[in-house]
């Protein structure tokens, strides 16, 4: 227990590092990054990857994904990264409670997936996720490749995801990593936090420890922490609890930078890219050797006779003398014909997306649920099960019926959002405000229960190809990209 909980007037220690669920911060697109895996999870069919930096927090979000997934979900959770092929099917089978002594790596998938029919047909579907992935033996990343074979007729029997670092990119770059590389259909990236969320998440964590009063670390130490940590969580709350620490032994109730200097220098952190020292010593002998190549020739050329030149041109056979008809500038007549510029290869025409309207920039947290003033579509004659819902959903959400109905299944769309039925405020908010930078008659909004919860979706677009769907999505404005959409096929919804 923390010196300093009294002296602050905290019920537990706010800045632990061990993961725990009730300290999760869903600001800095941690909230909507859960909401985009839980539905991926629970609909798509293929690997999802999630990467980030050490201490940005993937296993704070693994642990709430597992708490937050569906009843009919069951999870399997490997923190252990270096088993061996033959141990994690022995790992997944002892999670499933499948008997799994002296049997062969052929028979163990077979059994595998016999138990895994068995939960299909029962309702149930079974993710596993496995942290550390980045650092998975080769032998191991291939067996997951092959258990993301395990399917139905209709659908995959087990769903996989991954939460690695950075480093599992360089690793799935590699030739012998292309067919898991291409069965990776959702990639997310916990990026670190800005300096202008780090205040908010000292606060978030202080408060849900029980702390009551005004924040007790200053603007200055705030912008230290976010600058030291560069924005990892693990980072930030390393230096806060140290922080805190060094303002009770010195008796004070706030945290200024001189507390916060104390907490780094006890930390000792390493930057994350470490930047190698330019070694000068080449440099200088290339400089050094060309002045001196350079001086010689010169040196030669000084002390060359120019009599000892001219005897030698008057010396030359007549075979080696030029012809004086060969020094004439030759006649546009007689000029060979300079060579036909070359055309350049046409390439095979790419339907673009539509352009995206013009739209003022809209700073990023403008997106996030607020009251909606004005600029109301009236619907006509809303649903009595869409009636708690604002006037601008409830239009979308006719929309997305009548659009359903017309669209080819193979065809792509955009998901922008899905949250809760009951966030009825953020759903009219988020719509409103995306409807200003993008075109609002390609906005929808559908209404789901098939991740066993009462959720809305927003979605935007329609393209015949994931390709299109994918180039359009890289085209949509900053503000909208910040929270993390992806491309998914209209089959999924019917």
């Known amino acids: 227990m923390s010196l300093y909980l009294e002296h602050f007037g905290l019920r537990e220690p706010p800045f632990r590092i061990t993961p725990h669920t009730d300290f999760f911060f869903t600001g800095a697109n941690r909230g909507p990054t859960l909401d985009a895996l ?23 979000l693994c642990r709430m994904l597992i708490e937050r997934l569906p009843e009919n979900v069951e999870s399997l959770y490997l923190s252990n990264p270096s ?39 029962d309702g149930k579907r079974v993710v596993i996720m496995i942290d550390e992935a980045h650092a998975m033996p080769a032998e191991s990343l291939e067996e997951i490749r092959l258990l993301s074979n395990l399917e139905s007729k209709a659908t995959k029997l087990l769903q996989i995801a991954l939460f690695a670092q950075p480093e599992i990119e360089e690793r799935l770059a590699a030739n012998d ?15 670190p936090l800005k300096a202008g969320e780090v205040g908010g998440y000292l606060e978030f964590r202080l408060r849900t420890a029980g702390y009551r009063g005004p924040i007790p670390f200053s603007e200055r130490a705030i912008e ?11 980072r930030i709350n390393i230096l806060a609890d140290k922080s805190l620490l060094a303002a009770y032994s010195a008796g004070a109730y706030k945290v200024d930078t001189k507390e916060v200097q104390t907490a780094n220098q006890d930390a000792r952190f390493s930057p994350l ?14 400089i050094g050797g060309g002045i001196a190549v ?15 030149t001219a005897a030698l041109q008057t010396s030359l056979p007549a075979t080696l003398t030029p012809h004086p008809a060969a020094t004439t500038t030759p006649t546009p007549a007689s000029a060979p014909t300079p060579p036909a510029t070359p055309t350049p290869i046409q390439e095979k025409a790419v339907t673009a997306p539509a352009p995206l309207p013009d739209a003022a920039p809209v700073p990023a947290k403008a997106l996030v649920a607020q009251p909606v003033a004005s600029q109301e579509i009236k619907p006509a ?8 819902f604002g006037p601008l959903t409830r239009e979308h959400l006719r929309r997305f019926t009548s ?17 809760d039925a009951g966030s009825t405020a953020e759903i009219e908010s988020f719509i409103s405000r995306a409807g200003k930078l993008l075109d609002p008659q390609h906005l929808r909004a559908y209404r789901s229960a098939l991740s066993g919860r009462d959720r809305v979706g927003i979605i935007y677009g329609d393209y015949p190809t994931r390709q299109a769907a994918t180039i359009a999505l890289r085209a949509l404005p900053e503000e909208i990209r910040q929270a993390q959409p992806y491309p998914r096929q209209v089959a999924k919804l019917k």
């Not at 230290?224 to 693990?234: D, F, M, P, V």
């Not at 470490?274 to 002998?285: E, G, H, I, R």
């Not at 659009?403 to 949250?419: D, G, M, R, V």
């Open 38 to 60: 839980i539905y991926a999870i629970t609909q798509d069919e293929g690997i999802v990857k999630v990467t980030g930096e050490v201490g940005s927090g993937k296993t704070m």
């Open 83 to 121: 088993l061996s092929r033959t141990e994690i099917l022995g790992a997944i089978a002892d999670e499933l409670g499948i008997p799994a002594d002296a049997k062969t790596t052929h028979s163990m998938i077979r059994t595998l997936q016999d138990a895994l029919v068995q939960r299909y047909a």
């Open 177 to 191: 990593m292309r067919q898991l590389r291409e069965r990776i259909t959702q990639h997310f990236n916990l990026s």
């Open 224 to 234: 230290q922490i976010a600058r030291i940590s560069e924005g990892l969580s693990r």
């Open 273 to 286: 890219q470490q930047k190698v020292p330019f070694n000068f010593l080449p440099l200088l002998w290339g």
């Open 294 to 308: 350079v001086g010689l020739a010169a040196l030669l050329f000084s002390l060359w006779p120019h009599q000892q």
């Open 381 to 388: 004659n809303p649903g009595t099960q869409n009636d708690a």
């Open 403 to 419: 659009w359903l109905e017309a669209t080819p299944s193979e065809h792509y769309f955009i998901q922008l959002l899905a949250t």
